[in-house]
Structure formats: structure tokens, C-alpha cells
């Protein structure tokens, strides 16, 4: 007998014809005790009695074997029946089986808590190297809940009798601990504070037990003093050191933690002489004005890599594709500064042969090519094909989006490869809800933003329409909106859209129901850069019924039907991140509408009013964000018309504007103190909000505005303000606003006392 190699069951060089080796009889053989059935050994080989034979089959079978995890040694002997055939014996060593798994010294964690932490179960093949894991997770789940100071080793006591083992796991708790503080020591030149700004492990608050903060975690730890070493590189001070070795863990008392790192700084570096060569399109000055950094300032290596791209993008806007920047950096012994060189490797000049679109499953072809800055022929600009990748991501149908460069045939041309993944676009919603305003409400939405009216195979996806219809019912409101728009009208970048809608509400005042129902149509394009115009018209009949008997004749005068025509411009300009939890960016629209006069209808009136809002992300860490909003109106009657009508007029007070007043309360009233509106107001709100866990944040804010009963009346006489805080989250896939205000300034008929308000969707 003897061990199979692959060239013992195979024929020498040179013989032929090649022999078929057989397989004779299979015996499985255990060495100690046999906890595995033979059927599982013969049912993970491929070797069969009377089946083909040669030593590939038999190291395949060997690693299937080890594969299963059961077994801690596997041999194969052969033994030659014949010239063609071999008897295989099959010797298995099988692992030891877990018979338990015990915990010892786990006073303040439950063993039952301990089993989800690990893999070793009872009855499951006993692996040491799965213990030694195992271990290693419990200790991380005690460091996570504040034991920075355990200890966790094991035992394995072995029956040979019976191959099965007991796993034991002994743990030394240690007190749980808080971090009390992290100090720096030798720090001279940057603030302690923007040190631990950059760590992840913080000191403890009482925030801690939200954001998972305030406990000694040895990876996270380890990772944030590679962080403040790339903080001080990021600095000028190359030289860094934070040994391993010198921080120090002291405990005031046992379950308190203070951590020392102790720092040492080195020199802060300047950037020295910089030279750039191997540029022939352009001259050196030319280039020079391309870069950012400039001798004599702090050497930042993010900066310095940013400025090399930035040379490559110059030559790439020109399409010079393959343009590269080799940059070296050159320590200058006389003036101890960086001296920087950039080697420009010039490439060609490329043009765009054709556009290349994969992964569009839904999405048409034309969807995708309108949105591009690059067509076939124009020279391949790297700023125009990040533009256009843009801007397909911006359309919202695509999960990713990838725009390369491919390489063709033709000298002097590629091909612009579009990849996608699309995305979900469709949505289809229902449930229930309550908010300040609607009370209980039920809801179904059913909406579509690349939809395609002609397309049924496709389920009506793919041309890049929008499709919403809505149907809301509530205990003191209704709503009705079906809504459609076509973005690009005759292949054009012009989009023409319309609204029907039916919206009935009782919350508007304790005098009187309203109803209001109509339908717009408008056409919409992009007028220059990031600016949008919209051009509308709006047909509505608004219903006034239930008027009460003690109304005021302002008020019961307008009983019955309403119509209003009406004609809108507005100029809009966004350049916010995102919709939903805005992080950067500003939103700015101007708004004019003229009713009445020739387009018929009741009233008659015209409206300017101007809404904007700034973001501003002033901390990376829990993504800290600054709001402010500013609003402002008029609206003025003309003609033979004696008034605007009180439901075409400006309120405040409710959970969009003034939240520490109830709602549409911030108004001019009649003589009976119910509000009737006004024609001017002015709006301003400051919110700061910081993630909790995302997606929930906390906001703190502050609201205040004004609301006369006098057209172009812009004096702050009737001055109204709060302050509050409230909580940001998503409920059923919508944005979910908490908010608890207090009034400061109001009159009497407005201040009520505090304020809270929750509703749906998002200010702007």
C-alpha cells in the first residue's frame, strides 16, 4: 500500500495506447472514534467502485472532504488488484464534536445573551479556530457595552473515549467602564478639540446611549489615531508620530476611563519651488494658473493630488484623454521645504465615434442620449462627460451610472460607454396616518417617475414621464390629485404638464368648510445654466359651505362657488444635494400670478412673492446642518374688484412656517376675531439639525414672520416668533416632522401656548 499521487494513476510518457484504470473496492476506514456515518464520507467522493480512476479525482475528493468541516485528517491509500485496477482504502480522521459550550465569570451578561455572539453550537463539528473567534467576539461585545478591561479565554476538555469535547469560555468582566475624557499631550500647535473632532470614539454624554458613543472599542480606536496622524499630514506636518506605545488609560475611579495620546509634531512643511514640464499644448504660466497650491503655503497632500488631477482635467477638457501628471516631490535641504514637480505626459486629441448604452432594461435609449452634453463628432471633453453623467443621475432612474471612455479601431476616436443599473421608479403606497392639521387620514398613491403613457408591455416604463395619482381621506380633510408631465415635448428640452385636483377641508376655519377644486396646465424649460422657468394656467372653483350663522359678512359674503382663472410665471434656481434631508446648496423661486381681468373668473388680483432657503453643512461628523428660509408676498386686488378674496390671502401659524402657533392664527381677523388674511407677509426660519442615528435628527429651531392686512406693507408691526426643537425621521418611505414650539412674541388672539406639530413632507 501507499499514498495516491496524481502520477501514480496515470500512464508514462511515451506509453500508448493510454490504459483506463479502474476503481476496485472503496473501504472507509476511521481512525478513533466513528461519530460520521460512512454515508456521509462515500457522498461527498466522486470515486465509485467500478468507476474510472487516476489521482485528479482523488486530491478532488480529498478537498470535498475537507470541505464538509467534519474531519481533521484525510489519507487515501491504493492497493493494486490488477494491472488496471486499485483497491482504495479511505482513512478519516473525524473532528471532535461539540458536546457544550459553558460561559464562566459572566456575572453582568447572560449566557443566553453569549450564544448569539458565537458559532461553536452543541453537536457541531468542534473547530479551534472557530472557538479562538468565538472568544474574540464575546470580548468585542463586552468592549461595545463598556468593558473595556475583559478578558475572555477558553478550554476544550476532550473525551477520546467518545470524540466529543466541552467548550468553556472563561471571562473576566472587569467594571464597565465610561470614557470620561481623551486628552492630547504635546499637541503645541493644533487644539485638542479639532483632534477629537476627527475620532470616532468620543468621551461619554447623554446622547451616548443614541449614537453608540462614549465606549472604548480597541478597532475604532486603532483606526482614529490613523486618523488624527492623517489630520496632522493633512496639516503640513509630515514627520507625525502617535506611537502605539504612549497612550495611556487611567481610571479616576473604576468606572471611569481617561485616554492620554501623547503626540509628537514635527515640523510643519512648506511648499517650495514648483516646476512643471513636458507640457508642449501649453505653456508652463498657462498651467501654473491651473493649480491652487502656490510656493510658500502649507504642503496639504490631498491639496497636491488634487492640483495634479486638475492639470489632467485641463488637458481632458480639450480631449486629450490620456493625458497624465506623474507628480514628484523633492525635499530642498537649503530652504527645508517641498519643492514639487509635474511631469506632463501629453496624449492625443480624441473625438467622440459613438455612444455606447448598456444595462438600459427599462429605460429608452432616447432618455438616455437628450440627457447627454456629448454627441458623436464633438471632441470628448472629460467636463462635459462628468456633466452628463450628472445629469443622468439626476434624472433619479438609474441605482448608478458609469460613463468611460472605450477604446475603437479609429485613431484619434472613442467611443462614450454609458453604463446603468436602473433603479426603482415606480411606487405604489397605502396606509394610514395622523397629523396635526388632517387628523386621521388613509391614503393611496400610486406614482411613476419614468413612465411611458404608450408603452403597456413595458408596464408603462421607460420614456422618462411623470405619473402621480393620489386619493387621501381624512376625518376633516379629502384630497384628489392626478398629475402627468412629458419633459421633453417634440424631442425638445421644454416639458408641459398637467394637475386635477379636488381638495375639501374643515381645519381651515370653525366658520366654514371649504372645497377647492380645478385643474392647471404649464410648460417648464431650463432658460439658462441652473435657472428654470415655469409658465402656468389654473382654472379653480372654490366652494364656500357650513358658514356659520355668527360668521362675520366678510366671511358669509363668499358663500356658495368661487372661480378664480388665473395665469403664473415663476423663476426657479435649486442647487440643493438632495430634496429630502437637504445637506448643501440653496433653493430660490420668484413667483407671479395674475387672475381675473380677460382670463374671467370672480377675482381679480395679482400676486409676487418671493421663497428661498439656504443650507449650509457646517459639521462632517453626524452630519451637522444649518438651515435658513425666507419668504415674502404680496398680493393686491385691480380693477372693479373690492378685495381679495380671505382664501386667496397669506396666513401664518401651523407646522410649515410659524410652529409655535396653531394653524393660519398669525393673520389679521374681523371684527369677531376670526383671521381673514392678509395681503403682505414676511417669513424667516433658522433650523440646526444633527443626525441622531440616521436616519432621525434633532433639530432646534427658531421661526418668526409677520402678516398686515395692507398691500406692500412691509412694516413688522404684527411680529410673531418662537423657538422649538423637534425630531426628523421616515415613516412608510415619507418624511415624518416632530416639532414642539413656543411662542415668544404674539398677540393675545394668536399666543395660545405652546405649539406641537407633526406632519409630512419637508419646508423649503
Known amino acids: 500500500m501507499g499514498l495516491v499521487r496524481a502520477q501514480d494513476a496515470a500512464p508514462g510518457a511515451g506509453q500508448a495506447p493510454p490504459v483506463a484504470y479502474k476503481v476496485g473496492t472503496i473501504t472507509v476506514k476511521f481512525i478513533g472514534t466513528a461519530i460520521v456515518n460512512e ?72 449566557a443566553r445573551r453569549l450564544e ?119 496639516q503640513g506636518y509630515l514627520d507625525v508620530e502617535i506611537p502605539q506605545n504612549k497612550v495611556t488609560f487611567s481610571y479616576p475611579n473604576p468606572t471611569h476611563l481617561v485616554i492620554t495620546i501623547a503626540v509628537s509634531e514635527g515640523r510643519r512643511y512648506r511648499i517650495g519651488d ?63 521645504n517641498i519643492d514639487l514637480v509635474y511631469e506632463v505626459n501629453e496624449s492625443g486629441k480624441y473625438n467622440v465615434e459613438s455612444i455606447v448604452i448598456q444595462g438600459n432594461t427599462k429605460t429608452k435609449a432616447t432618455v438616455i442620449l437628450r440627457e447627454l452634453t456629448l454627441g458623436p463628432g464633438d471632441v470628448f471633453s472629460t467636463i462635459s462627460m462628468k456633466i452628463s453623467k450628472l445629469k443622468l443621475e439626476n434624472t433619479r432612474f438609474f441605482e448608478d451610472v458609469s460613463i468611460q471612455p472605450q477604446e475603437t479601431n479609429i485613431p484619434g476616436r472613442r467611443n462614450m460607454r454609458i453604463a446603468v443599473k436602473e433603479g426603482r421608479t415606480g411606487n405604489l403606497t397605502f396606509g394610514a396616518g395622523f397629523s396635526t392639521l388632517e387628523r386621521a387620514t388613509v391614503f393611496a398613491e400610486v406614482s411613476q417617475s419614468n413612465f411611458d403613457i404608450f408603452n403597456r408591455r413595458s408596464l408603462f416604463q421607460g420614456d422618462g414621464q411623470k405619473f402621480k395619482l393620489r386619493i387621501q381621506v381624512g376625518s376633516v380633510s379629502s384630497d384628489l390629485i392626478l398629475s402627468f408631465e412629458e419633459p421633453w415635448v417634440f424631442q425638445r428640452q421644454l416639458a408641459m404638464g398637467f394637475n386635477l385636483f379636488r381638495q375639501s377641508s374643515d381645519y381651515t376655519s370653525t366658520y366654514y368648510s371649504e372645497v377647492v377644486a380645478g385643474a392647471e396646465i404649464y410648460a417648464r424649460k431650463r432658460l439658462f445654466e441652473l435657472v428654470e422657468g415655469r409658465l402656468s394656467y389654473t382654472y379653480q372653483v372654490i366652494t364656500i359651505s357650513n358658514v356659520s350663522t355668527s360668521a362675520s359678512s366678510i366671511i358669509s359674503s363668499l ?18 444635494d438632495k430634496i429630502i434631508n437637504t445637506t448643501a446648496g440653496n433653493y430660490v423661486n420668484m413667483i407671479t400670478e395674475v387672475a381675473g381681468g380677460p382670463l374671467g373668473g370672480n377675482d381679480q388680483f395679482y400676486r409676487l412673492e418671493l421663497k428661498t432657503s439656504q443650507f449650509f453643512p457646517v459639521f462632517e461628523a453626524q452630519t451637522q446642518v444649518l438651515s435658513l428660509i425666507a419668504r415674502g408676498g404680496v398680493i393686491q386686488n385691480y380693477g372693479s374688484s373690492k378685495d381679495v378674496a380671505y382664501y386667496n390671502k397669506y396666513y401664518l401659524g401651523g407646522p410649515t412656517d410659524l410652529r409655535g402657533f396653531e394653524y393660519h392664527m398669525v393673520s389679521p381677523r374681523d371684527a369677531l376675531g376670526e383671521p381673514i388674511g392678509g395681503k403682505t407677509y414676511g417669513f424667516f426660519s433658522a433650523e440646526y439639525s444633527v443626525d441622531i442615528v440616521s436616519p432621525i435628527r434633532f433639530a432646534v429651531f427658531y421661526d418668526a414672520g409677520y402678516v398686515n392686512s395692507g398691500a406692500y406693507s412691509f412694516s413688522p408691526v404684527n411680529f410673531c416668533d418662537n423657538i422649538g426643537i423637534g425630531i426628523r425621521l421616515f415613516v412608510a418611505g415619507s418624511p415624518l416632522s416632530l416639532d414642539f414650539g413656543i411662542p415668544l412674541t404674539g398677540d393675545h388672539d394668536s399666543k395660545k401656548g405652546d405649539q406641537f406639530n407633526f406632519s409630512f413632507g419637508t419646508r423649503y
Open 116 to 234: 448569539k455572539e458565537v458559532k461553536t453550537k452543541p453537536n457541531t463539528a468542534l473547530d479551534e479556530r472557530q472557538v479562538k473567534e468565538d472568544a474574540e467576539k464575546i470580548r468585542e461585545y463586552y468592549q461595545k457595552t463598556g468593558y473595556n478591561q475583559v478578558s475572555v479565554n477558553y478550554t476544550i476538555q476532550r473525551d477520546r473515549a467518545t470524540s466529543f469535547g466541552t467548550v468553556v469560555f472563561k471571562i473576566k468582566e472587569g467594571a464597565k467602564v465610561k470614557i470620561a475624557a481623551i486628552k492630547f499631550a504635546g499637541n503645541a500647535h493644533i487644539k485638542s478639540k479639532a483632534l477629537a473632532g476627527e475620532m470616532e470614539t468620543k468621551k461619554w454624554n447623554w446622547f451616548s446611549w443614541l449614537t453608540d458613543t462614549g465606549r472604548f472599542k480597541d478597532d475604532q480606536f486603532d483606526d482614529d489615531l490613523e486618523k488624527v496622524r492623517d489630520y496632522y499630514r493633512e
Open 39 to 110: 454515508q456521509v464520507v462515500r457522498a461527498n467522493m466522486q470515486l465509485r467502485e467500478g468507476g474510472d480512476y487516476d489521482g485528479s479525482m482523488v486530491d478532488r475528493d480529498i478537498r470535498a472532504l475537507y470541505k464538509t468541516g467534519l474531519f481533521e485528517f484525510i489519507e487515501v491509500k491504493q492497493e493494486a488488484a490488477s494491472d488496471t485496477v486499485f483497491n482504495l482504502v479511505v482513512e478519516v480522521t473525524p473532528k471532535f464534536r461539540v458536546l457544550a459550550v459553558r460561559y464562566e465569570g459572566n456575572k453582568q451578561v447572560k
Open 274 to 336: 514648483i516646476s512643471i514640464t513636458g507640457s508642449k499644448l501649453h505653456p508652463e504660466a498657462l498651467l501654473r494658473r491651473v493649480l491652487r497650491q502656490k510656493s510658500g503655503m502649507v504642503f496639504v497632500p490631498s491639496k497636491i493630488e488634487k492640483d495634479k488631477e486638475r492639470i489632467e482635467e485641463f488637458y481632458g477638457r480639450d480631449g486629450y484623454l490620456e493625458t497624465t501628471v506623474r507628480l514628484t516631490r523633492k525635499s530642498n535641504i537649503t530652504t527645508g
Open 559 to 576: 358663500e356658495g362657488k368661487n372661480s378664480v382663472s388665473k395665469i403664473g410665471f415663476s423663476v426657479l434656481r435649486d442647487t440643493r
